[in-house]
């Protein structure tokens, strides 16, 4: 029973189209995140949802949207699609977001996006 | 904001042999330190935690990390590598600015040779 999992685990695709990452959590968790990680393994956090409510952007373009229906569910959408979106996206979720919480992640397996 | 700083991208070591991955931290109020380990091909999977109290701190898989506010680091040991250590391996520190969110450093592949 998979606590965070994410679909699709692997994605190939042209240059300009437009695709979608999807993840869902089951730990019960407030927040849920995406990190992006490059060709050479450097984690950067792109996006953060409180109870479905956006608290982190991090100079993201905006052909990045996420999107989250309820708590347990963060979306990925990237328009227009270029050769540097290339990486692996990780979904996380962490319990909530109150000083004291550590902050600590929970991590889903990843989704390499290639981009040709 | 917080950095953290991971001294050597690769490190190899002989299966038996002491692991030492080295992480240090800017930070101007006591952090949450983290160690997490990331297999080919799969997340990331927390080792240990720093938060309070104790400043040794043990993991899964026979590792340990000491929090020497001193130095700002938080180095991972393990006594006896094994094989099934290799892995990219990920320090972060927690920042909390409104919202919780991990930093994370730029990891260190450890290498286990027979």
């Known amino acids: 029973d998979t606590a965070v999992s994410q679909t699709p685990k692997y994605l190939v695709t042209q240059m300009g189209n437009d695709k979608s990452i999807k993840c869902e959590q089951n730990?019960?968790?407030?927040?849920m995140y995406w990190y992006k990680q490059d060709s050479k393994k450097f984690l950067k956090i792109m996006f953060s949802?409180?109870?479905?409510?956006?608290?982190i952007n991090e100079t993201v373009p905006n052909r990045f949207s996420p999107k989250s229906p309820d708590k347990a569910h963060l979306n990925l959408h990237i328009n227009s699609l270029e050769l540097g979106d290339s990486a692996v996206y990780f979904c996380?979720?962490?319990?909530?977001?109150?000083?004291?919480?550590?902050?600590?992640?929970?991590f889903g397996e990843g989704s390499r996006l290639t981009v040709l | 904001a917080q950095s953290v700083t991971q001294l050597g991208s690769h490190v190899s070591v002989s299966e038996g042999a002491l692991v030492l991955l080295r992480c240090n931290y800017s930070?101007?109020?006591?952090?949450?330190l983290f160690w997490y380990v990331q297999y080919p091909n799969q997340g990331l999977q927390l080792l240990l935690k720093?938060?309070?109290?104790?400043?040794l701190v043990k993991g899964i898989n026979g590792f340990e990390a000491e929090f020497k506010k001193s130095e700002t680091s938080f180095h991972l040991t393990k006594p006896s590598a094994h094989m099934s250590d290799a892995a990219e391996y990920f320090c972060?520190?927690?920042?909390?600015?409104?919202?919780?969110?991990?930093?994370f450093g730029a990891g260190t592949r450890l290498a286990v040779h027979p």
């Open positions: 972060a520190v927690s920042e909390f600015d409104g919202y919780n969110k991990l930093i």
């Open positions: 730990l019960g968790h407030d927040t």
């Open positions: 996380a979720s962490s319990p909530g977001q109150k000083a004291g919480d550590t902050g600590e992640l929970f």
């Open positions: 949802y409180n109870n479905k409510e956006l608290i």
């Open positions: 930070s101007s109020v006591p952090p949450y």
């Open positions: 720093y938060t309070t109290g104790a400043t």
